[in-house]
């Protein structure tokens, strides 16, 4: 299982979250309390919206813990909007191209969970990518292939929709290959000005999805860096942090949120044919 | 541009020939010559047989000169039938997965060349793979499509038939996307009895590929490694070695070669339907 | 904390200790219990006597869990005696220069442990290096620095006696400079025909360290590999191992122990002037 | 024989000249013409003066050519001054604490050349550095001390004269262990408002370095991204590049400059007592 956070708000060095609040996502990912996956140590990567029209990535096949360059990186760099991510696995290769985020333009796409039984279903789902975005999947991951579907079925026109509609394909892919209820995921997706983020699973069972509030929930993180984030931050985030779960609202079972400029909706969220 | 080189005698230790041979391996990497490509630093690999039914295979994406390891595990280890690859690419991206040889069962394979305009052909290819075979591709380069589809083809069957219907595959599909002489390759493939090697290109125009005659031509290598490898020791190459040039036999455009126990026998190849 | 292993006996793949037994080091490299290191992440390598004089040596930064090289070398390579070393730390830098084993010629030593406040005490323990030995040290770590005073003590000689006197010293420099109970270690130590092995604090309270009195208790371990061990095979761990803790016989504080051909004794280990 | 080369002028992102320049220093990288050196593949390191008190560091073994994180990071990020280095070596080992930048509190430092038969005066050397410093050394190349040695004898305060005294000891020290001229160098130093350069040796043979003159010279690298480097931008570099020779200005063997906001000075340089 994977961790990742997305936050949004007064443009602040991402050493501010990743490394110096408490119970930070690196802390985290040396020390999961969950029994599968002790640690996440299996790749890192982050994606920031900075000057450019792009946003920059940086991942590493190094636990996040020990890599001088991401340490130094996250204190240069300022941001407005970032996506992290920790990759604990025992399916897809290790390598860089399968560390999240993946990009596409301007987008940037986390995930964790998986699809199920993906070594039968992954032939069949990489046909119904766009051929003109084929190209693109560089790795391996189930996670960069539900990326490019949802591309296909047009993410960076309406994204929710398309996130629905690759959940559709999957779910109806598995049942073709006997694989009933293959869908696991949260999923976080960025075009630099909103963060979409998705809970859902197909045994209604998916992994737990969280978002801040308020910006003053946040200073619970760290008292010395809410001021820096601004009333308009929020933070999302895969997984209850440390003793501050009361803090941190739960994105129900089958739901969406979108999160821009501070306001947040939370839909219901089913695949769609 | 790729080089490799195949080995089959004596069991002797790789560095043997990777580093301790005037003009080895590794020296090429740091200075070819070829304006395009001035080094061989984007990732290196090499499988052999030793005592197990599989070959191992240690690849990595630092230059083979700066790599640690890999002096250590050719000091150490000890095979009678290796194949030995440095990269070269601005093509796919340098990850492990992407090194060479590439591996299935006892099977392992390397390639110098290239299927160009690849990433107009890589989806229709890609779904010529044997489904079955489809979920051992883990990397993105054209070489381990080829692989693959030489394997869909029958490769552990009958070796060079499989390859010559990939190449005929290869080359109508290019044809039917414009790519009118997609192919260009010198190709190494073993068993971990036979070395089969291939030399061929769409316009006539492959890549070298050299082998020795005798035993005796690779004492221009370093006689005192010589003694060790044993009579029917024979070595195949991509690329002329220094001022040796004249103790290897060429391989002809459209041609391919069996080496076995000392054996050599060099037949025509073209693709086929 | 780091974790450490050491084997003799009849010559075995080294994944049949590091992978295939139950409980085995790569397993626990992932999930320590201890709260204050949560992960061995920070880097592997395993040195092994093989068919050369001098042993054979792999080290990575990789998490050993995620080292495809690594898990090929332990399947093709066999050995009689090798040492493994899983790292966590929050001090010396990753890098594989950092990892152990550390060799010098014919000899491996891997250590659990640290000397307490070194950069207090870093560079008179330097100096006390004999200068002829003073090149071979590549890294930055406190155990490398150890291993360099006790072959400055003559650990080629009579490795006990070394130890002895580089535990001495590290203790009087400590006091020196006002650190009155530096050390805290068990080390391993080997030629490639015995093992040696020291458990020892300044305070009294080393980390712990034990042994396998006999082939039958490795049994536990995985019933299906003991029998290629031999009957003369022992196994040394630096940490109990899962719930088979009764069959390892512990190293008491203050003591060191030689294990040669199956034969073991304990005597006791104090520093020396 | 390594390259660099430093930067200063308008805000620019750090690709405008590592990248985008004609024969830029990553392009130097992979086709050095010298027969010693085939090629830099043996680290890469970039320092950079941003939004923060302290440089950034970037530092990879990958050879810069295939480093995806290194193309993203100097897409993203903007500096007025920066400093960069691409390794080639024999000695010192591949890690990322041997590559260049050395980086003291605002302090960079890179180096091209080397000291001869540093192996017998490393120790010595060392003993000279300032005990307070000595934990600062986290690698093992000469350069890296030679930077320690000179901030030992004040280049915080005083840059020059404290080169001067570093070179000095170097050079007693040498002659004092049979090696009569083993200095060898170009020095690129810089607090983040200032760049100092010096080019000696002890045989009055040192390797080049090159400043330009006036930012109309520059254009020659790349007529677009000229006019964003501004008036007072100025580069300095090991090598001369290119066809362009002409337009870069030599420092002449024994001498050092200063460049400060367009205005350049050149002065001779000696080891001092």
Redesign the interface.
């Known amino acids: 299982m994977c961790r990742w956070m997305a936050y949004s708000g007064n443009p602040v060095p991402l050493e501010t979250l990743l490394f110096n609040a408490q119970h930070n996502l690196i802390d985290q990912s ?2 999961s309390r969950s029994a599968e996956t ?2 996440n ?2 790749g890192f990567g982050v994606g ?1 919206y ?3 029209q ?1 946003p ?8 996040a ?2 890599d ?2 991401l340490r ?2 996250a ?4 941001s407005r909007l970032f996506l992290a991510h920790v990759r604990a696995t025992s399916l897809a ?5 399968n560390c999240h985020p993946f990009r596409h333009g301007r987008w940037l796409f986390v995930h964790n969970g998986e699809i199920l039984e993906v ?1 039968k279903l ?2 069949e789902l ?2 119904a990518v766009d ?1 003109a975005l ?2 693109g ?4 991951t189930d996670s960069e292939l539900m990326f490019h579907l949802a591309l296909t079925f047009g993410l960076q026109d309406d994204p929710l929709p398309a996130l629905a509609r690759m959940a559709g394909l999957v779910e109806r892919t598995g049942r073709a290959y006997g694989v009933n209820e293959p869908l696991w995921m949260t999923i976080g997706v960025s075009d630099g000005e909103s963060i979409w983020a998705v809970r859902y699973a197909s045994d209604g069972d998916a992994p737990t999805l969280y978002y801040s509030r308020d910006a003053k929930d946040l200073v619970e993180l760290n008292p010395d860096i809410v001021r820096v984030l601004g009333e308009h931050a929020r933070a999302i985030v895969s997984e209850p942090i440390g003793r501050f779960a009361e803090i941190w609202s739960e994105v129900p079972q089958g739901a969406a949120m979108h999160a821009k400029g501070g306001a947040i909706e939370v839909v219901p969220f089913s695949p769609s044919g």
């Open positions: 040396m020390s002790p640690t140590g299996d920031w900075g000057p450019r792009q920059g990535l940086f991942r590493s096949i190094r636990p813990w020990n001088f360059n130094d990186l204190a240069q760099i300022d290769t290790i390598q860089e191209t070594e992954r032939r990489l046909l051929p084929f190209g999947i560089q790795g391996t």
